[in-house]
């Protein structure tokens, strides 16, 4: 499996997802609370609409990525990348407009997320041979966790340099990554 370039672009694809999730899942709490002076049940809500939408879109994308695209995973992955780097571009645009807007984004956000999320778990099974199932199943998720303990402290080291404005930069980074590496596993 070291050696399937394949695999490796699996395993980049889903470590971004890991980030963007994790960016995603744990900061917009901090810096609704912070920055718009959110009560924190409010600010924490956002996780709730964003974890709302992920599970949608996980069940929709492996019902689109088997029944419209007849198994091919990474083109449902590519459009829900593609939807999501525009849903991260109006969340920086629309945030300070209201509650309602802000909740409704991230539930979509979360929606676009959640459909790669789940086909690269797939997806790591059909780009190897059957008997590494179990290896790459493993070597993926190990890649995918130091993906989400990067969101810690390297993003406190971020925002601390840049602002927030470095976060959503990041963030937006690893879903356009994340969209190019299921690009080159669509073709």
């Not at 959110?38 to 949608?56: C, P, Q, Y």
């Not at 990525?65 to 571009?89: P, Q």
């Not at 984004?105 to 929606?111: A, E, K, R, T, Y």
């Not at 959503?168 to 690009?183: E, K």
Request: charged share 10%; aromatic share 14%.
């Amino acid at each position: 499996i070291v050696k399937n370039p394949l695999v490796w672009l699996v395993i980049g694809g889903d470590m971004c997802v890991y980030i963007a999730r994790t960016l995603m899942m744990d900061w917009p709490s901090i810096y609704f609370k912070q920055v718009h002076g959110w009560e924190l049940v409010k600010a924490n809500s956002i996780s709730a609409w964003f974890e709302t939408g992920g599970f949608f879109g996980g069940l929709l994308a492996g019902v689109l990525s088997d029944k419209l695209f007849k198994a091919n995973r990474w083109m449902t992955g590519l459009l829900f990348g593609i939807a999501l780097c525009l849903l991260m571009l109006l969340v920086v645009v629309f945030q300070d407009s209201s509650y309602t807007i802000t909740a409704s984004l991230f539930g979509v956000m979360g929606f676009a997320l959640y459909g790669p999320h789940m086909l690269f778990a797939v997806g790591c099974l059909e780009v190897t041979h059957k008997e590494a199932a179990g290896s790459v199943t493993g070597f993926r998720g190990m890649f995918s966790y130091i993906g989400a303990a990067l969101t810690g402290a390297p993003v406190v080291a971020i925002r601390s340099h840049w602002a927030w404005e470095g976060v959503f930069v990041s963030a937006f980074i690893s879903v356009l990554v994340m969209t190019i590496c299921v690009a080159f596993l669509a073709r």
